[in-house]
């Protein structure tokens, strides 16, 4: 089967990108799964910047983000 494809911006960047939709997830969902605590600067603030795009930035999200900072 194949999937459709969605125009994906990325938080961040300027950058957009043609994925499956297959490979898409809920934000709010996944976040905890996917937020990679080893990457700092621009990816942090995509981060932000998503959490506050869908009205998420959560205690949850917030505390992950200050615990990674060195």
Known sequence: MS???????WFGSPTTSQL????LS???DFFR?????????MYRRAIVEA???V????PE?????SHCET
């Open 3 to 9: 999937w459709p494809e969605a125009t994906v911006s």
């Open 20 to 23: 499956s939709v297959s490979k």
């Open 26 to 28: 809920p934000f709010r």
């Open 33 to 41: 799964s996917r937020f990679n605590r080893k990457k700092k600067g």
């Open 51 to 53: 959490a506050k795009a």
């Open 55 to 58: 009205g998420h930035l959560s």
């Open 61 to 65: 999200i917030t505390t992950l983000l």
